[in-house]
C-alpha cells in the first residue's frame, strides 16, 4: 500500500465531510455500560513526538473544546488487533500465555521497527496523526503473525473489520456537534506536513483494552523488547 495516497485519499473524501456537516458522532464514548473490549499488540510514540502531538490538540482544543482529546496515556499506533472489541468479552475466557507465546515466535523475524510521524489525516468520525514506517518491517511482523495465530486453535478476529496496514495514531474523536467545522479544517491544513517527530520502536505492548484504548480501562499483558 502507498501510504501517502492512502492518507491523502482518505483526508480529501473527509476535510469534505467533516466541512459540509456529514461528519459522524461518537455516541458511545461516555458511555459507562460500553462493554467492548478486546486484544490488542501496540505501539506507543516516544515522549517527544507525544508532546508536539499534544502542542497540535492545543490549537484545536482552543476552536472545539468539547470534542474527546486523546491524552498522552492512550496515544498508540495499533499493531495488530488480535481479538477486536466486542460487547462483554473478558480476558478470563482466554489463555495469556498462548497468545504470548505466538507473538515471540512472531517477533523471530523482526529488524528494528522505525515510525515517522508526518502530517495529519482524518475519517469523518476522528483525526489521525500520519504514521510511515521507514522499512518493511511492520509489515513483515503482522504478515507472520497473521499466519502464526491462523494456523493456531485460538480466539483471534484479525483482520475481521479490514487488513489493518497503516501506522497511523486516532488522536481526536468528534462527540458533540462542531462549532466551526471551517475553522477546525484551516488549523488541520496548517498541519498537514508537518513534522511531529520520528522514533524508533523499543517495546511492544500486549493489552486488554477498550474501544478507545484508555488507560484506566486497560490492563498490561505482556511486553515485548525489540
Given at each position: 500500500?502507498?501510504?501517502?495516497?492512502?492518507?491523502?485519499?482518505l483526508?480529501?473524501?473527509?476535510?469534505?465531510?467533516?466541512s459540509?456537516?456529514?461528519?459522524?458522532?461518537?455516541?458511545?464514548?461516555?458511555e459507562?455500560?460500553?462493554?467492548?473490549?478486546?486484544?490488542?499488540?501496540?505501539i506507543?510514540?516516544?515522549?517527544?513526538v507525544?508532546?508536539?502531538i499534544?502542542?497540535?490538540?492545543?490549537?484545536?482544543?482552543?476552536i472545539?473544546?468539547?470534542q474527546?482529546?486523546y491524552?498522552?496515556?492512550?496515544?498508540?499506533i495499533?499493531?495488530?488487533?488480535?481479538?477486536?472489541?466486542?460487547?462483554?468479552?473478558?480476558v478470563?475466557?482466554i489463555?495469556?500465555?498462548e497468545?504470548?507465546d505466538?507473538?515471540?515466535?512472531?517477533?523471530?523475524v523482526?529488524?528494528?521497527?522505525k515510525?515517522?510521524?508526518?502530517?495529519?489525516?482524518?475519517?469523518?468520525?476522528?483525526?489521525?496523526?500520519?504514521g510511515?514506517?521507514?522499512?518493511?518491517?511492520?509489515?513483515?511482523?503482522?504478515?507472520?503473525?497473521?499466519?502464526?495465530?491462523?494456523?493456531?486453535t485460538?480466539?483471534q478476529?484479525?483482520?475481521?473489520r479490514y487488513?489493518i496496514?497503516?501506522?497511523?495514531?486516532?488522536?481526536?474523536?468528534?462527540?458533540?456537534?462542531?462549532?466551526?467545522?471551517e475553522k477546525?479544517?484551516e488549523v488541520?491544513?496548517?498541519?498537514?506536513?508537518?513534522?511531529?517527530?520520528?522514533f524508533?520502536?523499543?517495546n511492544?505492548?500486549?493489552?486488554?483494552n477498550?474501544?478507545?484504548?484508555?488507560?484506566?480501562?486497560?490492563?498490561h499483558?505482556?511486553?515485548?523488547m525489540?
Open positions: 500500500m502507498d501510504l501517502t495516497e492512502h492518507y491523502n485519499r483526508y480529501k473524501k473527509s476535510a469534505k465531510a467533516i459540509e456537516g456529514n461528519y459522524k458522532l461518537d455516541s458511545q464514548i461516555n459507562t455500560s460500553d462493554s467492548r473490549f478486546g486484544i490488542t499488540l501496540l506507543r510514540p516516544n515522549e517527544k507525544k508532546a508536539a499534544q502542542l497540535f490538540l492545543d490549537e484545536l482544543r482552543a472545539e473544546p468539547q474527546y482529546y491524552p498522552d496515556s492512550d496515544i498508540h495499533t499493531v495488530m488487533s488480535i481479538i477486536s472489541c466486542y460487547e462483554c468479552f473478558t478470563d475466557k489463555n495469556i500465555q497468545y504470548i505466538i507473538i515471540q515466535q512472531s517477533l523471530v523482526l529488524d528494528k521497527i515510525i515517522e510521524f508526518k502530517g495529519i489525516t482524518a475519517s469523518p468520525s476522528a483525526i489521525m496523526i500520519q510511515f514506517p521507514t522499512d518493511e518491517s511492520l509489515n513483515i511482523l503482522r504478515d507472520k503473525m497473521r499466519e502464526n495465530f491462523k494456523n493456531s485460538l480466539e478476529s484479525i483482520d475481521s487488513s496496514a497503516t501506522a497511523h495514531s486516532t488522536v481526536l474523536r468528534f462527540q458533540e456537534k462542531l462549532q466551526n467545522p477546525l479544517i488541520i491544513e496548517q498541519f498537514r506536513d508537518y513534522d511531529f517527530g520520528e524508533t520502536v523499543g511492544l505492548e500486549l493489552v486488554y477498550d474501544w478507545y484504548q484508555r488507560e484506566e480501562n486497560t490492563i499483558l505482556a511486553e515485548f525489540i
